[in-house]
């Protein structure tokens, strides 16, 4: 069964920071990418970073380029998020997601996905 479990969500004060993992399991991780997707309120699920463990080939949306870190750790099938210098506009749901292959940013390339984790960032 696969299962993606997303954690590390919280309030944060404008200026802090936040690390998201991601576990995966029941798939090949090292032939995946794995990606964070964002979604607040009123507005579409947006693909905010993308990591493919098998090429090591990263994607960053523009607003947070400088300030977010994707990362792995392959021993661990875990994914993280390193969220710096977070902004009111960083709030939202939270959810990783996976495919097979090339890293991706849009909603209907990703198979699996796994439930969302709450960023909220206080002004």
């Known amino acids: 069964e696969v299962q993606l479990q997303a954690s590390g969500g919280g309030l944060v004060q404008a200026g802090g920071s936040l690390k998201l993992s991601c576990a995966a399991s029941g798939f090949a991780f090292d032939r995946y990418a794995i990606a964070w997707f964002r979604q607040a309120p009123g507005k579409e699920r947006e693909a905010v970073s993308c990591?493919?463990?098998?090429?090591?080939?990263?994607y960053y949306v523009d607003s947070v380029k400088g300030r977010f870190a994707i990362s792995n750790d392959n021993a661990k099938r875990t994914v993280y998020l390193q969220m710096n210098s977070l902004k009111p506009e960083d709030t939202g749901v939270y959810y990783c997601?996976?495919?097979?292959?090339?890293?991706?940013?849009?909603?209907?390339?990703?198979?699996?996905w796994g439930q969302g984790t709450q960023v909220t960032v206080s002004s």
């Open positions: 997601a996976a495919r097979y292959g090339r890293i991706g940013k849009y909603t209907w390339e990703f198979d699996y």
């Open positions: 990591l493919g463990n098998s090429d090591g080939s990263v």
